[in-house]
């Protein structure tokens, strides 16, 4: 209180007054306005309603304990006016003049002082009387209700009652700051009050009673048959549930535990329901209502739950259980003798903060399977598979491992909230399981002699610990040890006074390779082999070879090769999985990249790698050699750097990444830069060897990428063209060799890089080179390349093409040397000879696939719609008949120059496709096959006779037709009539629209012309007019542009002349002759005389008021400008 008296103050000064204060501490609403209120008691209040409703409240509780009906009784009510003011405010009216006389008092009912209350008593002041109403206690309550045999009630009652009184003043009494609350412990206990014992006989009088009165179970009339055959209910079983029940909700309730495992239990266990009584129990554990159970009544729920549900019931109660007041030494032999330890994980790290004393202990449990011969027994496979203890307990105790690693506790899987404990754990364990030899566990039995434990069997084997976990699982037992060590955080808060040293990675290692490969350990140690020794070796490869790649471990040289053997071996047992290949080989570079050199044997590696097939990590070691520029001259030292360089671009080739097996000639031109023929004495023999290498090569980098390979050639090579020609020629036939000429000669280098392709000039001889090996390979290009090239000889050319047998490309070389006719036969003969193969391929398709096919097209079953084998066959058909066509095209001249050979070709190629079916006796054939005979032969006819009428005239065709054909039938004509008349109609349609287009274009063009007449007949007003100054000046010109814009213009811009002088001085009179007569015509008014006088432009304006520079306007007026056609015109030259 800032005005209470300081004690340096004077005596003479007047003490402070201290008024009371009043504040809100809880609030509630009534149902009606409140016309009494009244204190019953120091935490009762009574108060009255509108409604004539009594209603009594615990205010501590705010719990409503009464309520009664006052309608009836007549209570006495006063009666009192409110004040002019109040009633003004209420009513809300204005007291104005007169009407203040007008406003009435208002009336206020009041009960006030009507209840009073004294010595716990209620006086209500009634109309005819004076009534007293007593309030009873609740302790006189639950009393009355015992008396009247309502027990149920009376214990609810009574729970009511200790939840409002000694449950709210605990709370009051409560310390906040206190993190545990010992008084669910029944020994940390106090004494209770004189209340407290009350309600504690009260449940003990209800149990007793219950008890000597319950129903028997041996005879048969305390048995109801629930019908229909189902079971019986036994009312004695029910009924002590049910007692079970009440029993443990009021002693949870009232934190009565002592009572709970005491007379309760002792009551049960008399009378033969103590499984009654745990069934009862153990929800409330499971709900987290009940976290302590006795020690006593412990082992009994033990023996219980084990003969029902088994230990994983116990197990699921005392992880909900606080551990900090249990009894430790009875809790930890229950649990061990009935081998509960995921339990006994947690009461450890609960109660007691110890993380290694249960791993220790179970442990022991593992200690004692395997030297009981169960871990050498052989495990089924299979998902449902039992184990038996020894995997049970040992992958336990790995789980365990783990958790603690990951800073979550076990077996909840929570997260450890402090960060002591989080820093301490994993130190803790790592130095447990690296104890080179084995210790009794602290709270083990202790034997006669006083040791736990003798070191015999497992327990006397170097690293005892984790040598009994790597039987279990060993990859597991690494991955887990892997989570620890991958904790880098933990190693950096080891104590600067040397008390707590933790292990790293490097002695983890050597511990493993000392357990699992005693013969590469410096140890002396007893070579005992491991059960699973080939898992765990497996697993301990893996294992070194993720710290060998982190740099934070190294290895003996064998060690070295095995984890390499071991990698190798997975990239090969995973051919049909392409992820774990590709793991694999990165596995491995990562690993050869990690180590120097002269830590592992470079050469058994390198062989180990390429007999499994990583190429990128041979490259990577064969690189290491290649790429060290000692220019030497030792010729095994050359000779050692070829041979890698050679191996590393056969690795480049090999891989399985096509994007990555182009970057072999970088990685050659990287290596060979600089490499030249001219060094002879000894200098550059290494770069010599290297170009060697690349020519042996040459041809698996064409097959590769042979435009690629002539850009290499052209940047290093440019000087040995034909050595790399020559080395190409050897070996698969000549494909390579013709690759890489088609990439220099067909112009796609050139397409691709200029400068390389500049560079690269090809002779005479590569050309017939690149010829012979393309009629030798690929007869069908011969042709194609003769028509578009002619840098070869038309002679060798054609004793190739002969020698190969090549129709159309020995017909075209026979056109070019002026032998047409025998061209022409040649081309000729090849189309009946190809025409009676492919009559052979359609013999031998069936006949229900004709039909089906014959069906599906009908008339349009040509060339286009056969089968792949015969398609083929009829697609060459097709090209030699383009070949003959071409020829035929190329020497018949147009229809005004013709040529010496006319229309003859035309007509020859004509003749031969229609004595086909004559030749190719398709009378004698099966129907079908002769259908589809007849339908190509009708679609080469249609194909010769859309290209002759651009060609031959219409007369002579059809003179042809009409008499060399003349004794022949309308229906064998009929096909080759149809299809001329067809394509001639087409002609004519072409040629009638593009006559059309032509003419309508001719009219646009005209309209236009019109229009830009007219558009320079309106003129600007005389405003824009050049004085007569200017035009009588000889060095400007005055012009009207296309926008109406009149410009006086330089006489450097433009020459005047007397004829444009003279002209545009008739103009302008025609122009002012117009405009007068119109002005005649109708007075302008004042606006639009304005706007037709002020038709002068802004550019002629600002041009005279000289702010702005000539500008010159062209527009040659009365030209005919560029005409803008429609559609497509088409020159049939």
Request: hydrophobic share 40%.
């Amino acid at each position: 209180d800032p005005a209470a008296p300081t004690p340096n103050s004077n005596d003479s000064e007047e003490p402070t007054i201290h008024w009371p204060a009043f504040g809100m501490h809880e609030e509630f609403d009534a149902e009606s306005p409140i016309v009494a209120l009244e204190w019953l008691s120091e935490r009762s209040l009574v108060y009255l309603t509108m409604t004539n409703e009594l209603t009594v409240v615990d205010t501590v509780v705010m719990t409503l304990l009464e309520r009664l009906d006052f309608s009836g009784m007549g209570v006495v009510f006063a009666e009192f006016a409110l004040s002019r003011t109040a009633a003004r405010a209420m009513t809300g009216g204005d007291a104005e003049g007169g009407e203040e006389e007008r406003i009435s008092p208002i009336s206020c009912t009041s009960f006030q002082n009507s209840v009073r209350c004294s010595d716990k008593r209620l006086m209500v002041l009634c109309q005819d009387e004076l009534r007293q109403i007593t309030m009873v206690s609740s302790r006189q309550r639950i009393s009355s209700l015992e008396a009247d045999g309502e027990w149920l009630e009376a214990l609810a009652l009574a729970l009511d009652y200790y939840e409002g009184t000694f449950a709210s003043q605990e709370d009051r009494r409560r310390n906040q700051t206190t993190m545990r609350d010992l008084a669910r412990h029944p020994e940390f206990s106090g004494p209770k009050g004189e209340e407290e014992e009350w309600i504690a006989k009260l449940l003990m009088r209800y149990l007793n009673l219950a008890v000597d009165n319950a129903p028997t179970s041996s005879t048969d009339d305390n048995l109801i048959s629930l019908g229909n055959g189902r079971a019986r209910i036994n009312l004695a079983q029910s009924h002590f549930q049910m007692l079970a029940g009440v029993c443990v909700e009021y002693c949870v309730t009232t934190k009565r535990l002592d009572l709970l495992f005491g007379p309760i239990f002792r009551r049960f266990h008399s009378v033969g329901y103590t499984a009654v009584f745990l069934d009862v129990l153990e929800p409330y554990v499971l709900n987290d209502r009940l976290s302590y159970i006795a020690p006593e009544v412990m082992s009994y729920f033990v023996e219980h739950c084990k003969s029902n549900n088994g230990v994983a019931t116990v197990e699921r109660c005392l992880l909900h259980m606080d551990c900090t007041i249990m009894d430790f030494d009875s809790i930890i032999a229950l649990l061990r003798n009935n081998d509960m330890y995921s339990a006994m994980f947690f009461v450890f790290n609960q109660g007691l903060n110890d993380y290694v004393s249960p791993l220790q202990m179970l442990l022991e449990r593992v200690f004692e399977e395997a030297d009981a011969g169960n871990a050498l027994l052989r495990r089924p496979t299979g998902e449902r598979r039992r184990q038996n203890d020894f995997d049970r307990f040992g992958y336990k105790a790995i789980l365990y491992l783990r958790f603690c690693f990951e800073g979550k506790s076990f077996p909840k899987e929570e997260k450890i909230l402090s960060e002591d404990v989080q820093a301490s754990v994993k130190p803790e364990l790592l130095n447990f399981l690296t104890q080179a030899t084995y210790s009794s566990p602290s709270h083990a039995p202790r034997t006669a002699g006083g040791e736990a434990s003798e070191r015999v069997g497992h327990r006397s084997y170097l690293y005892p610990y984790m040598r009994l976990l790597v039987q279990v699982d060993p990859a597991l037992l690494f991955e887990t040890i892997s989570g620890a060590l991958n904790d880098g955080g933990m190693f950096d808060q080891q104590e600067e006074d040397g008390s707590a040293r933790y292990p790293r990675e490097q002695e983890i290692v050597d511990l493993f390779t000392t357990m699992i490969l005693p013969e590469l350990s410096e140890v002396p140690t007893e070579h005992i082999k491991l059960f699973k020794s080939r898992q765990a070796t497996s697993a301990f490869l893996d294992f070194t070879a993720k710290y060998i790649t982190r740099g934070l471990v190294r290895v003996k040289k064998s060690l070295t090769l095995m984890i390499a053997k071991r990698i190798a071996d997975r990239f090969v047992a995973n051919s049909n999985n392409p992820t774990a290949r590709r793991a694999a080989q990165v596995q491995i570079m990562e690993l050869l990249s990690a180590l120097p050199r002269e830590s592992y044997e470079p050469d058994k590696v390198l062989a180990l790698i390429e007999r499994a097939g990583i190429h990128r990590a041979a490259l990577l070691l064969h690189q290491q050699v290649a790429s060290s520029w000692q220019d030497t001259t030792e010729p095994d030292d050359i000779q050692l750097r070829a041979r890698h360089f050679c191996s590393a671009i056969d690795c480049f080739i090999d891989d399985d990444d096509a994007e990555f097996r182009l970057e072999v000639f970088d990685y050659i031109r990287k290596e060979c830069t600089g490499v030249t023929r001219g060094s002879e004495n000894g200098e550059g023999s290494s770069q010599r060897a290297l170009a060697h290498v690349v020519y042996s090569r040459f041809r698996r980098l064409v097959r590769l990428d042979a435009l690629m390979t002539a850009r290499l050639v052209a940047e290093l090579f440019v000087q040995d063209l034909d050595v790399v020609v020559e080395s190409l020629d050897d070996g698969d036939g000549g494909e390579a060799q013709f690759l890489f000429l088609q990439a220099i000669v067909s112009g796609e280098l050139l397409e691709v890089d200029p400068v390389a392709g500049s560079v690269l000039n090809p002779s005479m001889d590569h050309h017939l080179k690149y010829l012979s090996l393309m009629a030798r390979l690929h007869p069908e290009q011969v042709y194609e390349y003769l028509s578009k090239h002619d840098n070869y000889r038309a002679e060798d050319a054609l004793k190739l093409c002969e020698e190969f047998q090549i129709a159309d490309a020995s017909a075209y070389l026979l056109e070019r040397m002026g032998n047409i006719s025998s061209a022409l036969q040649l081309i000729l003969q090849t189309l009946e000879g190809r025409l009676m193969a492919f009559k052979r391929t359609l013999r031998g398709m069936e006949v229900d696939m004709l039909n089906h096919h014959l069906m599906r097209f009908g008339k349009d079953a040509g060339i286009n719609q056969l089968p792949s084998k015969q398609g083929q066959e009829a697609e060459g058909v097709q090209r030699i008949l383009v070949v003959a066509l071409d020829l035929c095209e190329r020497n018949s001249g147009s229809y005004n120059a013709q040529t010496e050979h006319g229309s003859q070709l035309w007509f020859n190629v004509l003749d031969r496709l229609i004595n086909a079916k004559g030749f190719l006796r398709l009378a004698n054939e099966q129907r079908d096959h002769a259908r589809m005979m007849e339908q190509v032969l009708n679609d080469l006819l249609r194909l010769t006779m859309q290209r002759m009428v651009s060609n031959v005239p219409l007369l002579d065709l059809v003179r042809k037709v009409t008499s060399d054909h003349s004794g022949s039938r309308l229906g064998e004509l009929r096909e080759m009539v149809m299809s001329l008349v067809g394509t001639y109609r087409f002609e004519l349609n072409l040629f009638t629209k593009a006559a059309d287009v032509f003419h309508e274009d001719i009219s646009n063009m005209k309209t236009e012309k019109a229009g830009l007449v007219k558009r320079a007949t309106p003129a600007t007003n005389s405003q824009a007019v050049a004085t007569k100054e200017d035009l009588a000046c000889g060095d400007s010109t005055f012009l009207i542009d296309g926008e109406h814009h009149g410009i006086v213009l330089e006489a450097n811009a433009v020459q005047s002349s007397k004829q444009t002088k003279s002209g545009l001085k008739h103009t302008l009179s025609r122009l002012r002759n117009r405009r007068q007569a119109a002005s005649s015509k109708k007075a302008p008014t004042p606006e639009s005389s304005w706007d037709q006088l002020g038709a002068i432009t802004e550019v002629d304006r600002k041009y005279h008021e000289g702010s702005l520079e000539p500008v010159v306007f062209q527009h040659a007026v009365g030209i005919l400008g560029e005409a803008h056609h429609r559609g497509r015109l088409i020159s049939f030259e």
